[in-house]
């Protein structure tokens, strides 16, 4: 087997890490702080290829594959996972699920502008009762003929008030359960969309996470994605790409405390020596960087599956169970590591373990990756 990196794919990583550095670390303290959108990084990351990795060239998008994507969201992440989770959205969920699912006709109005960055999108599954269970929607979308009418609530959205394109999951025939549910296409400013609060997190600060309300939206019958109770299959398998970024979004956050940490092990003195030649530090590292290897070819694993057209549900389960597993472990111990420094906003490592928390909770908790893994296990 080979684990070496192709030479695109070492320009992809060095790319997205000078971007990180330059651009995305000046302003990311205050970016978490004030709960500021990265509005102007997001458009230099358009117009550098980031918004559309996986897309084909012909709808503006940067023709990668699975790998230099998951390259490009941990250096990313290692720095801003606000900023990185706006990619992974607007790549994972919208871009993918439009280029997979959508109608030529789909991909020419909304997929060319998500995928050079010019717009971003939003992909609105959970709801106040329904999180990654989709069979348990509330929202509706009423067949009116040649249109859908809307209404409903959907919670924790990821560039909700950023975004002008809104994928929303919505039930259509509740007899027919999972096979009457629809995927439709929502433009921000519809008659009726409103859009709520913007939560005050814990992590991710700097992206914009809100509440959506449809209160009769109509959509037109052209803005359904794929055949009538095509939703609940279309959710399905766009979160099961979803949650390979957020794995290496998780990679990235691990990576990047496990970076930090072992500067500052070799800067900080205590009892004459540097910390790092203390034991309990060295093994603290020793643990940190084998689990952070251990995830990464979890996480390289699953993107080579999607790249071969191999069933990917398993490996990506796996990737992002493991890997958010790590980053919360790792950035934990960053954070003792650098001892009250760590308690500091100016060392970073406390917005990292902040972060590191919701990759555990997003594209389906970590419970939910546990019965995909097992469901996959007991099947054999």
Known sequence: MDFS????????QEAARDFAQNELLPGVIERDDEQRFPTEQIKKMGELGFMGMMVDPKY?????????????MEELSKVDASASVVVSVNNSLVCYGLETYGTEEQKEKYLKRLASGEIIGAFCLSEPEAGSDATSQK??????GDHYIINGTKN???????????????????????????????????EGFEIGPKENKLGIRGSDTHSLIFNDVKVPKENRIGEDGFGFKFAMKTLSGGRIGIAAQALG?????????LKYSKERKAFGTEISNHQAIAFKLADMHTQIQ???????KAAWDKDQDNNYDL?????????????METTVEAVQIHGGNGFVKDYHVER??????????YEGTSEIQKIVISRSVLKD
């Open 139 to 144: 929202t509706t979308a009423i067949d009116k």
């Open 315 to 327: 490996s990506g389960a796996m990737a992002k169970l493991y890997a958010s597993q790590v980053a």
């Open 352 to 361: 990292l373990m902040r972060d590191a928390k919701i990759t555990q909770i």
């Open 253 to 261: 956050i691990a990576a990047g405390a496990y970076e930090l940490a």
């Open 5 to 12: 990196l192709s030479e695109e794919h070492l320009m992809i």
């Open 294 to 300: 251990a995830a990464r070819h979890l996480v390289y």
């Open 156 to 190: 924790w959205i990821t560039n909700g008030n950023s975004a002008e394109v809104y994928l929303v999951i919505a039930q259509t025939d509740k007899e027919k359960g999972h096979k009457g549910i629809n995927a439709l296409i929502v433009e921000k400013g519809a």
């Open 60 to 72: 503006n998008g940067s023709g990668m594959d699975t790998m230099s994507y998951v390259i490009a």
